[in-house]
Nanobody, 124 residues
């Protein structure tokens, strides 16, 4: 199994910054794309919103709502992905989930794994 453990969430005032981390562990042959998604607390039944993704080669993709404010990065040696969030707004308040596409063996299929989520609250 592959486990993803997020950390770094919390309460911050509007305009502040937070840095989220997500460490992957377990039976990992290869980590492909990793990313962050979020789900607002008032929308538990809605699909998680993509925030940012990063490939194993470092190519990134961002939601329009966070471009210029959030930066995704990864440390392949540590199997860890980060999300630096600056200029936070109350609309960024959500549970943030880490996602990773991983292979457990050379001949195993690539599967998508999720962390348990970390809460980010931005006060106005």
């Amino acid at each position: 199994q592959v486990q993803l453990v997020e950390s770094g969430g919390g309460l911050v005032q509007a305009g502040g910054s937070l840095r989220l981390s997500c460490a992957a562990s377990g039976s990992i042959f290869r980590l492909n794309a990793m990313g962050w998604y979020r789900q607002a607390p008032e929308a538990p039944g809605k699909q998680r919103e993509l925030v940012a993704t990063i490939t194993s080669g470092g190519s990134t993709n961002y939601a329009d709502s966070v471009k210029g404010r959030f930066t995704i990065s990864r440390d392949n040696a540590k199997n860890t992905v980060y999300l630096q969030m600056n200029s936070l707004k109350p609309d960024d308040t959500a549970d943030y989930y880490c996602n990773a596409d991983a292979k457990r063996a050379w001949n195993a299929p690539t599967r998508s794994y999720w962390g348990q989520g970390t809460q980010v609250t931005v006060s106005s």
